[in-house]
């Protein structure tokens, strides 16, 4: 089982980008799907997340308004439309999988999640 992140690249503060996680092997009806970033010198921290069967999405507080998660099951792919981008934004990030219906939890425990893609690097100039 692996999850494929795609989609990072540079953009201009204000502009928008879509990461795809492309999550084969993995059934949405068991694992829950989060986002999460790491700038250089900061901690990991949660994006959003999608529960299992699409029970519900979370967002911390700088993502919301800004970002969307959102799930084709028939894709087995998870994405994260990110709008008005910012320099703050700028990091790596990452997709992971957990085996849980309710992600909420591990958005902001980061290390609860069992698997993780290697991450693609977004990264906002001002």
């Known amino acids: 089982v692996q999850l494929v992140e795609s989609g990072g690249g540079l953009v201009q503060a204000g502009g928008s980008l879509r990461l795809s996680c492309a999550a084969p092997?993995?059934?949405?009806?068991?694992?829950?799907i989060g986002w999460f970033r790491q700038a250089p010198g900061k901690e990991r921290e949660g994006v959003a997340c999608i529960s299992s069967r699409q029970a519900g999405t979370h967002y911390a507080d700088s993502a919301k308004g800004r970002f969307t998660i959102s799930s084709d099951n028939a894709k087995n792919t998870v994405y994260l439309q990110m709008n008005s981008l910012n320099a703050e934004d700028t990091a790596k990030y990452y997709c992971?999988?957990?085996?849980?219906?309710?992600?909420?939890?591990?958005?902001?425990?980061?290390?609860?999640?069992?698997?993780w893609g290697q991450g693609t690097q977004v990264t906002v100039s001002s």
């Open positions: 092997g993995f059934s949405f009806d068991e694992y829950s």
């Open positions: 992971a999988a957990e085996r849980t219906a309710f992600c909420e939890y591990g958005l902001r425990n980061w290390p609860s999640y069992e698997y």
